[in-house]
């Protein structure tokens, strides 16, 4: 199981028709990088072209986000302690029937957000999680939505 310090984030993002995507954004320490790339390599993720369908399965139980499934079943990742799930998250992850799941590497979370005015605050973010993406320091594919 994925343990040691890990930041989650659960990020609603518009596509370009204008639906609702989520998404759940993970980066673990440089001592757990390795086995989550390869849980996430072998779970069907890639760095560029696209976001593929994965093996993966996002896991809500009473509308907190409690682990990502990884590898078939084999590997989880939890954070700690379990995240509660805004509803326009749910919504957006059952509209478009997955999850997207990003894994980002060791050192690339954004800055203290803290210091950036609340209504600015989303928006620093997705621009960060853009440029990781475009940088290739990203792992992406698309998770189920397990609901049990």
């Known amino acids: 199981m994925g343990e040691g310090p890990v930041l989650w984030a659960l990020v609603v993002r518009e596509t370009g028709d204008g639906s609702a995507l989520a998404e759940v954004v993970v980066e673990v320490d440089a001592g757990h990088w390795g086995g989550l790339a390869t849980d996430a390599w072998e779970s069907g993720f890639v760095a ?12 809500v139980r009473g509308g907190r986000f409690e682990r990502l499934v990884l590898v078939g079943g084999r590997e989880v990742w939890e954070p700690a302690p379990v995240m509660e799930t805004p509803q326009e998250w749910l ?9 997207v799941v990003t894994v980002v590497a060791p050192g690339t979370w954004p800055p203290d957000l803290a210091d950036v005015a609340v209504g600015r605050q989303a928006q620093v973010f997705a621009d960060w999680l853009d440029e990781v993406r475009a940088s290739g320091a990203a792992l992406q594919g698309v998770a189920d939505l397990d609901l049990g």
């Open 91 to 99: 919504s957006a992850a059952a509209g478009a029937g997955g999850v």
């Open 48 to 59: 560029a072209g696209g976001v593929p369908v994965s093996t993966g399965t996002v896991q």
